[in-house]
């Protein structure tokens, strides 16, 4: 009981800490047996190991629930998840509504890119001629990033001639930003091109000529949170391969020492929201963590 923490975020603090105000409290039955629940000293809530997590009063397993996220983000649909795990289509579009919101609680425990970046340190953005890019990356960065655009012409399905051009930005700062690039020393968008081809893979929505159109935009949002989360946390790299190590974006980020599961993520996103001493629950595969005022800053 020591990794628990009253999930009631209005408990009154007390000297013993949470390992030491969380006692038994009996048991409840399911499907596969008998459960603990807990109570709390100090608020006197009683709750059980999944309250505040997605897999609360879920009805089946919990290696079910990650399963079905799992095949979310490799590219199946819902009624293929559906088919293959034999349960209800709703259940499976439920799920995955509580998974995507769980994982956007989850990232936001970790400092945004932008609060990653080197002070002083300018984006480098890089696109083909697509005449809509340019609008839209005005409206979000405006004149603070350096922004240059591919262009490729193509004949007989060969490319003939290749243009490089900067338009947001300087000469001097676009061939600064590529000398302290770990990527290449030209402009290009083969590396963009490829996380577009890895997003498309992994969300049955944006595949081309799908059936599986999202027809909200919040849906499509969730889907995207829940596969940034798997594709920074869960999923290794092949590019990020040092040794024997496979390592995923957050390892090599410095944020996380391990590669991190779907169970984890489900049950530590809301440990770190809503329990008062998060650092015990999070010390085997994260860094420095402090918490202030509720509030996570995770020292890289």
């Known amino acids: 009981m020591k990794s628990l923490g009253c999930p009631n975020q209005h408990c009154p603090p007390s000297g013993k800490g949470d390992a030491g105000a969380i006692i038994r409290h009996g048991f409840y039955t399911t499907r596969w047996g008998k459960r603990c629940r807990y109570r709390c000293q100090d608020c006197g809530k009683t709750f059980c190991s999944t309250t505040g997590t997605p897999y609360h009063r879920l009805q089946h397993r919990r290696g079910t629930f990650d399963e079905v996220a799992a095949l979310s983000v490799e590219g199946l649909n819902k009624s293929a998840i559906a088919r293959v795990k034999r349960i209800a289509w709703n259940t499976v579009h439920r799920w995955l509504e509580r998974a995507a919101a769980w ?15 080197i002070p002083g340190q300018i984006p480098l953005i890089t696109t083909d001629g697509f005449e809509f890019y340019k609008k839209v990356i005005g409206r979000v960065f405006g004149p603070a990033c350096l922004y240059g655009q591919v262009i490729k012409t193509r004949r ?16 001097w700062g676009l061939q600064q930003a590529l000398r302290d690039s770990e990527d290449s020393s030209k402009l290009n968008t083969s590396f963009v ?14 595949g081309r000529r799908t059936i ?15 596969f940034r989360c798997y594709y920074n946390f869960i999923r290794p790299h092949r590019a990020l391969k040092f040794g024997r190590e496979v390592r995923t974006p957050a390892m090599q980020a410095g944020l996380t020492r391990r590669q991190l599961t779907f169970r984890e993520i489900f049950e530590a ?9 998060a650092v015990l629950m999070f010390t085997d595969w994260t860094l420095s963590v402090s918490v202030t005022n509720r509030r996570i800053a995770l020292a890289a």
Do not use: P
């Not at 159109?213 to 969730?222: F, H």
């Not at 996103?269 to 001493?277: I, P, V």
């Open 103 to 117: 994982s956007r609680r989850f990232s936001a425990l970790f400092r945004d890119v932008f609060e990653r970046m």
């Open 156 to 171: 007989s399905d060969r490319i003939v001639k290749v243009e490089r051009r900067i338009v947001i930005g300087g000469t």
């Open 193 to 206: 091109e490829r996380l577009n081809l890895t997003i498309r893979q992994g969300s049955a929505y944006l």
């Open 212 to 226: 599986c159109q999202a027809r909200w935009k919040q849906r499509l949002e969730d889907h995207l949170e829940l």
């Open 269 to 277: 996103g809301t440990a770190f929201l809503e329990s008062k001493y």
